[in-house]
Structure formats: C-alpha cells, structure tokens
C-alpha cells in the first residue's frame, strides 16, 4: 500500500487488518492526531503522543465503553457525553474510571507482583519441563497451542481452577479475540467470552466452596474486600477476573512463538541469545515484546471537552491509542521494522502505559524467559513451516495463532 491522498486509515478495513503498518508510517508522519468521521474517533500514532496521552491522569480519557470495542460497537456514535458506568453492581475493573478502577485492581493484584511470581517461577518451568519431552516427541507442534496450554494452566492455578480447564480455556479465549473486529471470521466474540465468564465464575464458587482463606489471592483478595462500604457480588468478583484471564493466556504464547520465529530468520541472533540463555533470554524479550506485540490499540471514551495535539476533543468522542505503530516509530526505535535481540530501549509501550498499564507484566516476562529457556535448552535444531503459519487478524490484535514448527 503507497502513502498518498487517497489513503484512509480505519482499523476495521479488510487492508489494515490484513497489514497495518503502512498505515501506520502514514499516520505518524502525515496525521499524528488522525480523525475517522465514521466512528466519530480520533488516532494517535506516535510513540512519544502515545506515552504522554496515556500517562497523564488529568486527561478526560476514561475506559468506561470497553478498551476493545468491536466496529458495531464503534459505529454507534455518541454524539455527546456517556455517563460513567454504575458502581452497583460493578463491572470489571478494566471499564471503570479513575479512582474505581485503581480500587477494583488493587484487590486481585496481588499475585502479579514481582515476588509472587518469582515464587511462581519453578511451579512454572517444572511444568513445563515435565511436558516438553512428550512434546517435541511429536516432531511436529504449533507452538502458540503448546504455549498456551502452559499459560492457561497457569491462570487456572492462580485462579484455583483444575488444571484439567486449561486447554478449554486458551481455545475460548483465542477465539473470541480472533472474532472481535473480524465479522468475516463468522464467530461470534460472545461464545468465547461466555466461556471465559463461566471459568471466572466457577473459580469464585471453589474459592467460596475452599473458605476464602487466601491461598488465592488473585479470588479471594475480591470476594474479601470492601468497595465502598460492602461486599462484592460473586458476579460482580467474576466480572474483574475475566480481563486478566484473557490477558494471562493468550498474549505469552504469541510473542513467545512469533519471537523465536524472529530468531530463527536471524541465526546469528539465535546463536547470540543461545550463548548465555540465562542472561540472553530476559533482554531479547524485551525486543520480541516490543516487535511481536499482538494488541494494536485500545480505546478511551471523551469524558470531557479537552484540546489535545492542536484539535478540540468532545465529550463522547473516541480516542485510540495505536500502541504497535508506537513500537514502530523510528523516532523512539532506530531501524524499528528491523528485529535485534538486544535492542537498547529506554522504555516502551509494549506493556502500555499511565493507570491501565498491564497488570501481568511481570508475570509474562517470567514465562517468556522461561519459556525461551527451557525451548532452546531442549531443542538443538527447529524451523518454523512458514507457508502453514496464520494469524486471524482481528482489528485489535494480530498475533500468529499457527506457527508449526518442526523439532529435528
Ligand atoms: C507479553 C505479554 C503481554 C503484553 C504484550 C500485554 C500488553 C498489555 C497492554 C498494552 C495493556 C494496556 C491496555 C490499555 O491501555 O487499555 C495491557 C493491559 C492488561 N494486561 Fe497485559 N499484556 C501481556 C500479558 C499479560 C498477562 C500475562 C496478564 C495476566 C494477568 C495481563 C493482564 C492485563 C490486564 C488485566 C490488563 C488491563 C489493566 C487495566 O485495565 O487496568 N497481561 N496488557
């Protein structure tokens, strides 16, 4: 696609999903505040637009209509101010305004902090250590499956769900993010989500079946809370683990695999990182977050007038934030469409930024290592079969969901 007069940018159209980084290019060069009269929504594209806009709180942008909402949802223009979502019942914390959200999050973070996930970290590779060798006896495996078996059991576990959930569980989750923003797909984003929701419940009724008694804290810490001076419904618990979980399964898996793919294309950078896998792994991460992440915006809603970038904002307008063309921008990244495993990076957004930052940062770094480590320890030759790889590109996400690859 060339850059000219002609082009538009919608992140719903047939084109960007199938490519969206020209797009991009355009966009930051030529519309850094991008405005799509159809959705009555604004774009921002640019690294250091991106990072100022969502890490300042006295902006009137707020998530109360959803931080991935499907085109349907978006061609229902507002056309003036949305009220803030009830506090009873309440919903997922990720909708909820400031200070609510903070509120709702800080009761189920817990287990996402860096020392309980350190504590998480040998649970995690002896998991996977006992899997691997029936694995690569396939010779054959997608990898973002296999990935995401290990992923989803690890939500199970915190969530004290069986672990025998898992597989059920990646598979709703993939499936409804491959369906959002992808009518063509013919799936509905609702069937995944309810399974998702029937998961977050069952873990609220175990957790009450167990006694509340802390050992998860990621439930208990909500079903043992006060918001604003009661106690929360289990549905009202169920509604703030079902972001976390989709969070927690698919995005590992994703940049996991499309990384090592990355690597493979590079040799020498396999053989770098293969050098010294204890140190290597956690710094070509970094890079394989930035250049390999799936999520390719989320949205706010216009919560009151604002001026932003030279242009008069209203309330009820959309604003997106392009997170994966800031990761692009040659302005922050030198060479930013080129992957190089040890990229210095004074920040990034891969994770975003300000009061919706992501919650499971610190776990996702842990299995990514871990994940790369214990991969490259046990197999010494494998190539990805390119011509079978696809991604469901959904207007929110483009992560390969098939990457073969064969164990020799
Ligand atoms: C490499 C893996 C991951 C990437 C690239 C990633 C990326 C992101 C990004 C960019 C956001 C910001 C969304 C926004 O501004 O609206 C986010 C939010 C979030 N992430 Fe992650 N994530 C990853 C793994 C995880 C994991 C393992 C969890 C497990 C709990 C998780 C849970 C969440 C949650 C709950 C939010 C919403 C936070 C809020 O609204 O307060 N993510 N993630």
């Not at 806009?53 to 949305?82: I, Q, S, Y």
């Not at 190089?340 to 891969?350: I, N, S, V, Y």
Request: proline share 8%; charged share 25%.
């Amino acid at each position: 696609m060339e850059a000219g007069p002609s082009m538009q940018y919608d992140p719903f159209s047939p084109e960007c999903l199938a490519d969206p980084y020209p797009y991009y290019a355009w966009l930051r060069d030529e519309h850094p505040l991008y405005y799509v009269e159809a959705y009555d929504m604004w774009v921002v594209s640019r690294f250091q637009d991106v990072y100022d806009m969502l890490g300042n709180p006295e902006l009137p942008f707020e998530a109360r209509e959803g931080t991935v909402p499907t085109r349907a949802e978006m061609l229902a223009r507002n056309d003036g101010p949305v009220p803030p979502l009830p506090l009873e019942p309440v919903t997922g914390f990720t909708r909820m305004d400031q200070p609510y959200q903070g509120r709702l999050r800080g009761f189920i973070n817990q287990p996402f902090r860096p020392r309980p996930v350190a504590r998480l970290e040998d649970w995690f590779r002896d998991m996977v250590r006992a899997d691997l060798p029936g694995v690569l006896a396939q010779g054959e495996v997608n990898l973002p499956t296999v990935f995401g078996l290990w992923t989803a059991r690890t939500m199970c576990h915190l969530a004290g769900l069986p672990l025998e959930m898992a597989a059920d569980l990646r598979d709703a989750i993939n499936e409804s993010s491959a369906a959002i923003g992808n009518a063509d797909l013919g799936l509905d984003p609702l069937d995944g989500l309810k399974r998702i929701s029937r998961a977050a419940h069952l873990a609220v009724a175990r957790r009450r079946d167990a006694g509340v008694d802390g050992t998860r804290p990621f439930v208990d810490g909500a079903l043992n809370a006060a918001f604003e001076g009661r106690s929360l419904s289990g549905r009202e618990v169920a509604a703030q683990l079902v972001v976390p979980l989709i969070g927690g399964v698919e995005t590992v898996p994703k940049v996991t695999s499309h990384g090592l793919w990355e690597l493979t294309k590079n040799p020498d950078q396999l053989a770098a990182v293969r050098a010294d896998l204890a140190r290597n792994t956690a710094i070509a991460y970094d890079e394989m977050a930035r250049y390999c992440g799936p999520a390719q915006w989320f949205s706010r809603t216009v919560t009151a007038p604002v001026d932003v970038l030279g242009r008069h904002l209203t309330p009820g307008q959309r604003i997106i934030f392009l997170i994966q063309s800031a990761q692009r921008d040659p302005r922050e990244f030198p060479e930013p469409d080129t992957f190089r495993w040890e990229r210095p990076m004074k920040r990034t957004l891969a994770f975003g930024h300000g009061g919706h930052f992501c919650m499971g940062m610190h776990l996702a770094k842990m299995e990514g290592r871990v994940l790369l480590q214990e991969f490259l320890s046990a197999v010494d030759e494998f190539e990805f079969d390119e011509d079978a790889a696809e991604r469901s590109a959904s207007s929110f996400q483009t992560g390969w969901d098939t990457l073969p690859v064969r164990i020799r």
